[in-house]
Nanobody, 123 residues
Framework: VQLQASGEGLVQAGGSLRLSCAAS????????MGWFRQAPGKEREFVAT????????YYPDSVKGRFTISRDNAKNTVYLQMNSLRPEDTAVYYC?????????????????WGQGTLVTVSS
């Protein structure tokens, strides 16, 4: 499975951005998907996850209420809608496909990773 993330951009604080992650072949019906991010000098952190059907999603408190993960299994694509962006959201964002079907925040549960896309939020 190859994952291609897109949606890189520079946005002012308070603005919105949508990231997309297209899978090279069908992952729906089997795999949960997730988004992670890594800011300069920091460890990679969990941002959002969605189960195979799209019915269950989880977020850390840092993005809850501002970010929304969704998926279109017919298009093999996962999205991350980011609203009310803050300068501390600046990072390289990675999409990932999990081994299992259940949504998970555990990094080691993911075995396929996209190349990363840069999101910069200016103050």
């Amino acid at each position: 499975v190859q994952l291609q993330a897109s949606g890189e951009g520079l946005v002012q604080a308070g603005g919105s951005l949508r990231l997309s992650c297209a899978a090279s072949h069908r992952t729906s019906g089997n795999n949960a998907m997730g988004w992670f991010r890594q800011a300069p000098g920091k460890e990679r952190e969990f941002v959002a996850t969605i189960n195979w059907s799209g019915r269950n999603t989880y977020y850390p408190d840092s993005v809850k209420g501002r970010f929304t993960i969704s998926r279109d299994n017919a298009k093999n694509t996962v999205y991350l809608q980011m609203n009310s962006l803050r300068p501390e959201d600046t990072a390289v964002y990675y999409c990932a496909a999990a081994r299992g079907a259940m949504a998970t925040a555990t990094t080691t549960a993911y075995n396929y990773w996209g190349q990363g896309t840069l999101v910069t939020v200016s103050s």
